[in-house]
């Protein structure tokens, strides 16, 4: 055999072991780094994802976290210090409303208009009273009871309530539900429980202010009772309906003493300002709402000899020329009432279930009236003539007839025997009279009449003394 052919035939064998162990001896093995160093690194890297995925929740972790510790705060602090607090917020939140004479508009059609249309001053100034725009009412006169007057020692007098929850005393007379069916009876002369029903029964009012406010011919009035509103000087009149027009608040005692504090003190001549103030005693309820509904629904009683009226409430101010108001919604449109039709609901059953949610009455109460309402067939309509029934009564206009005095005597009534919630007795009195010539006015329309300011302060309960 040749020397080439042992070559060819010549094997060479390689284990698998040795092939793996060369290889071991060329790999290069990494440097290990240290655990702890590559650990901080990474718990950093870890840190910074989590920080900007999350950032917000983290902002707003130490915020619930200062709200909490606040709230325990302000839970461990006396409730007049807590009132005080309030009150003091309410002020600088009131700041930016006081004095605003802008104009408040809406849209119409595609057209930005102004909610309330007033002439101009020019115009206001040789403005004169057109004739009543009373109607065909079929009342046209009304009798007010009173114990000088009434027979009702041998009256027996039994009602569903007693006394105590219908809050009937001798400021009110005793009406009872017969007398209450009876005055809805629209005849030619109406007889009817309106207040003032007895010299004793509180309401009390120096002689010298009853001489001032005989002399009232239009009157823009307001009260606070308890001390919890301040006093809110009226703005936007010409120098002619200031001339014509008497502005009345009325206050009791406590709320005097309050705005005293104030530096709001009541001048030798009664006045603060533009305000002739009325310091009202003995006033006739323990609740200061009702208390606070005299003035604001029975202002033909206090002012017999006023043709027109404008009642505002305390936590307001008024801003506009009350001549140039009473042409815009009464003359103009022909009404002898106007006020602002409820923003949030339309229906007085719906406004007894919110009434109750927000605990401005109790349960019982609103059941109560409303059970009556239901008695007396007073549907669960939206609308009446055509328009919202439903009222949120903070600005009243009204000329002072023989429909407008009848309305208001019975819508009082209602609060006294019901809740003073007047929003669920105001559609049922209009219904029930069917009362026509009322502008319901737009909420705007209220929103241009004043500026809003809110109450002030915690309305302080009336304090009798026993003997």
């Not at 060479?12 to 901080?40: A, C, H, N, Q, W």
């Not at 609103?366 to 007073?378: G, T």
């Not at 009243?396 to 007795?425: G, K, P, Y």
Request: with cysteine; proline share 4%; glycine share 4%.
């Amino acid at each position: 055999m040749s020397s080439s052919s042992m070559l060819n035939t010549i094997s060479i064998s390689v284990s698998d072991d040795d092939e793996v162990t060369g290889r071991m001896r060329v790999r290069v093995r990494p440097k290990r780094k240290k655990p702890g160093l590559r650990g901080r690194r990474e718990l950093l890297r870890w840190a910074v994802r989590i920080a900007m995925r999350w950032w917000p929740v983290l902002l707003f972790l130490p915020a619930v976290a200062l709200l909490l510790l606040e709230s325990s705060r302000l839970g461990r602090k006396l409730p007049d210090e807590v009132g005080d607090n309030l009150a003091a917020s309410a002020k600088v939140e009131s700041v930016k409303n006081l004095n605003r004479l802008d104009p408040t508009t809406r849209v119409v059609h595609g057209v930005r208009e102004h909610c309330l249309k007033i002439l101009s001053p020019e115009k206001l100034e040789n403005l004169e009273f057109p004739v009543s725009a009373e109607s065909n009412f079929p009342a046209k006169r009304v009798l007010y009871r009173s114990d000088s007057s009434d027979q009702h020692s041998g009256e027996q007098y039994t009602i569903t309530q007693n006394e105590e929850a219908t809050r009937f005393n001798l400021f009110t007379g005793f009406q009872t539900l017969h007398e209450r069916e009876e005055s809805f009876k629209a005849n030619e002369t109406a007889v009817v429980h309106c207040g003032f029903y007895s010299e004793n029964g509180g309401f009390k009012i120096s002689d010298d202010d009853r001489s001032f406010m005989r002399t009232c011919k239009v009157v823009v009035s307001t009260c606070a009772f308890g001390g919890g509103d301040d006093l809110y000087q009226p703005i936007g009149m010409t120098e002619a309906s200031f001339e014509k027009v008497c502005y009345v608040a009325f206050w009791d005692e406590i709320t005097q003493s309050t705005q005293e504090k104030e530096g709001k003190v009541i001048g030798e001549d009664h006045m603060i300002d533009k305000w002739h103030v009325v310091v009202v005693k003995d006033l006739p309820f323990s609740d200061q709402r009702l208390n606070g509904k005299i003035p604001k629904m029975l202002s033909h009683r206090l002012f017999p000899e006023a043709r027109f009226s404008i009642w505002v409430d305390s936590k307001s101010q008024f801003r506009r020329d009350p001549i140039g108001v009473i042409e815009a919604l009464l003359w103009r449109t022909n009404s002898v009432l106007a006020i602002s039709e409820h923003g949030a609901r339309s229906s007085l059953y719906d406004e007894g279930k919110a009434v109750v949610k927000k605990h401005k009455a109790t349960p019982e109460e609103v059941e109560m009236q409303l059970n009556q309402y239901r008695m007396d067939a007073i549907p669960d309509d939206k609308r009446f003539n055509g328009k919202k029934a439903l009222a949120e009564a903070s600005v009243i206009v009204r000329e002072h007839t023989a429909s407008t005095n009848l309305f208001m005597c019975l819508w009082f009534n209602e609060v006294v025997r019901f809740t003073s919630r007047d929003q669920l007795s105001f559609p049922y009195v209009l219904r029930r009279l069917n009362m026509t010539r009322v502008n319901m006015f737009p909420v705007c329309t209220r929103k241009d009449l004043v500026n809003s300011i809110g109450h002030q302060r915690k309305v302080k309960p009336l304090v009798r003394l026993t003997s």
